[in-house]
């Protein structure tokens, strides 16, 4: 698959097959999402793969719980046929003061790897900047320490649906400076 057809074809799913996703082909997609770039290439990351289904249960009721209003007609129910999820954490420590873009680069590479071996995700906030409870909550189930911060959420697996085509708008683009008046 050339990348231009990975950018361009990924989609979100949130209906898995049964089929499982084996810890090697796991592995090797957190092999390449690694080389994503990181603020003074301080490689904060760290990866909680989540097999165990009551932990993903338990994932899916923290999710809804903190859902922001305008989300609400989408609960979490992706993790009921998830094989696993990848919660995407950073060592504040050598993040440089840039953890929430570090794991947001390596999410970004981690999906399309994914993508590209046939597999799906959909992306999920680990954080939820008006309620703390979230991340913390988060932190809690899977015992994370409080120097290492979850921030995104990948359930995996191979899709079960195939999601609609995405309308994409043209880029806009500001040439030089910002022209107000054209932009009302």
């Known amino acids: 698959m050339l990348f231009d057809e990975v950018i361009t074809g990924r989609r ?43 932990k993903l249960a338990e994932l899916a009721a923290i999710k809804d719980r903190y859902c922001p209003p305008s989300k609400k007609n989408f609960p979490a129910t992706m993790f009921e046929t998830a094989p696993l999820a990848i919660v995407i954490c950073v060592d504040e420590s ?29 992306y999920l906030s680990a954080q939820y900047h008006r309620d703390p409870g979230l991340c913390q909550d988060i932190r809690q189930l ?29 880029p806009r683009v500001i040439r030089e400076e910002y022209n107000l008046e054209r932009s009302k």
């Open 12 to 54: 979100s799913a949130r209906r898995f097959r049964s089929a499982d996703v084996s810890d090697e082909l796991v592995d090797g997609l957190l092999r390449l999402a690694v080389n994503a770039p990181s603020s003074m290439n301080g490689q904060p990351w760290e990866f909680v793969v989540v097999r165990d289904r009551s």
């Open 94 to 122: 050598s993040s440089n003061e840039r953890g929430l873009e570090n794991a947001i680069f390596v999410t970004s590479y981690l999906m399309l790897a994914a993508y590209e071996r046939g597999l799906s995700t959909v």
């Open 142 to 170: 899977f015992r994370i320490p409080d120097h290492i911060s979850p921030v995104s959420i990948l359930p995996l697996g191979y899709p079960d649906e195939t999601p609609p085509e995405k309308i994409v708008r043209p």
